[in-house]
């Protein structure tokens, strides 16, 4: 099983950028596609972005297209999410998880997995945007 720590939040202001940074352990790591998510207080955890395991397939949330980047290094286990142009409507905590891939999934497959469908979730890092 993938096991993930999430890193690189703090306090940014409106406008600025962040890179986030998710760190693997255990084996198998590029054998799963890997989820960005994100849940704000009172809100439902929604996924923001997600990358397949191989082949660099990525989806992202209309309200973070053009702004935020994924990407994934394999040999250092490791994905990032940059994030730039953060605007008020962003803070919250975000997560990562993973979903094992029999193959890699298309961009639009990605974009429609339930958050049912990934597991190993990290225990988040905090992003504040401050206006």
């Known amino acids: 099983q993938v096991q993930f720590v999430e890193s690189g939040g703090g306090l940014v202001q409106s406008g600025g950028s962040l890179r986030l940074s998710c760190a693997a352990s255990?084996?198998?790591?590029?054998?799963?596609?890997i989820g960005w998510f994100r849940q704000a207080p009172g809100k439902e955890r929604e996924a923001v972005s997600c990358?397949?395991?191989?082949?660099?397939?990525?989806y992202y949330a209309d309200s973070v297209k053009g702004r935020f980047t994924i990407s994934r290094d394999n040999a250092k286990k490791t994905v990032y999410l940059q994030m730039n142009s953060l605007k008020p409507e962003d803070p919250a905590v975000y997560y990562c998880?993973?979903?094992?891939?029999?193959?890699?999934?298309?961009?639009?497959?990605?974009?429609?997995?339930?958050?049912?469908?990934?597991?190993?979730w990290g225990p988040g890092t905090q992003v504040t945007v401050s206006s």
């Open positions: 990358i397949s395991s191989v082949g660099g397939r990525t």
């Open positions: 255990l084996e198998a790591f590029d054998y799963y596609a």
């Open positions: 998880a993973a979903k094992w891939e029999v193959v890699p999934l298309t961009a639009q497959a990605l974009g429609l997995l339930p958050l049912s469908d990934f597991a190993s």
